[in-house]
């Protein structure tokens, strides 16, 4: 299984607010920066937060992030159907072999 | 802007080295992480590695024994070896560009699939 904990699944209705938790440890989400990813069906995945809370120029202020301890949030707010798609957190883990690390996505599915 | 294109054979043998080429175009390949990522069918993502344009590098330790990168500035490429593959290598495998703080993926190639059959 996936070193972060994510739901695998998530949903809302259009104009909704939705919330994708991304839960790890002391030695990812703890003490390094959580990236979210965006993956439209068939497509490659897309930079959507980075470094907890900031948005590449192009993403909408519908999304944001936030991180407190060793978990993460991803809050969509006026949820739009072009939101569908799958979710992904990352950060950099600092155990004896340094890498990167993801969850195991959460499909997020507009009502 | 920066584009990224991944290229290789899309069958390789179980027990073979697959081979990867990704290449940049629209920017230089100096100064940068560059990362592949991996993502089977209907599973999510699966970061493989990262080397930096000096050839330093860093693996994800459950591949690290079979997983070889390499840059070549010159052609503004860089590439990733698999030794020993099997089913389980089957996947979707994506080559994207580390952010100057060299963890955030920020560009990424379409991907390419490799499937893993005799």
């Known amino acids: 299984q996936s070193v972060l904990t994510q739901p695998p699944s998530a949903s809302g209705t259009p104009g909704q607010r939705v919330t994708i938790s991304c839960s790890g440890s002391?030695?990812?989400?703890?003490?390094?920066?959580v990236y979210w990813y965006q993956q439209l069906p068939g497509t490659a995945p897309k930079l959507l937060i980075y470094?907890?809370?900031q948005r590449p120029s192009g993403v909408p202020d519908r999304f944001s992030g936030s991180k407190s301890g060793t978990s993460a949030s991803l809050a969509i707010s006026g949820l739009r159907s072009e939101d569908e798609a799958d979710y992904y957190c990352a950060a950099w883990d600092d155990s004896l072999s340094a890498s990167m690390v993801f969850g195991g996505g959460t499909k997020l599915t507009v009502l | 802007q920066v584009q990224l294109q991944e290229s290789g054979p899309g069958l390789v043998k179980p027990s073979e080295t697959l081979s990867l080429t990704c290449t940049v175009s629209?920017?230089?390949?100096?100064?940068?992480?560059w990362s592949w990522i991996r993502q089977p069918a209907g599973k999510g993502l699966e970061w493989i590695g990262r080397?930096?344009?000096?050839?330093?590098?860093n693996y994800n330790p459950s591949l690290k024994s079979r997983v070889t990168m390499s840059v070549d500035t010159s052609k503004n490429q860089f590439s990733l070896k698999l030794s020993s593959v099997t089913a389980a290598d089957t996947a979707v495998y994506y080559c994207a560009r580390m952010d100057l703080s060299g963890y955030g993926m920020d560009v990424w190639g379409q991907g390419t699939t490799v499937t893993v059959s005799s």
């Open positions: 002391s030695s990812n989400i703890g003490s390094n920066y």
């Open positions: 470094r907890n809370n």
């Open positions: 080397i930096y344009t000096s050839g330093s590098t």
């Open positions: 629209g920017g230089s390949i100096s100064s940068y992480y």
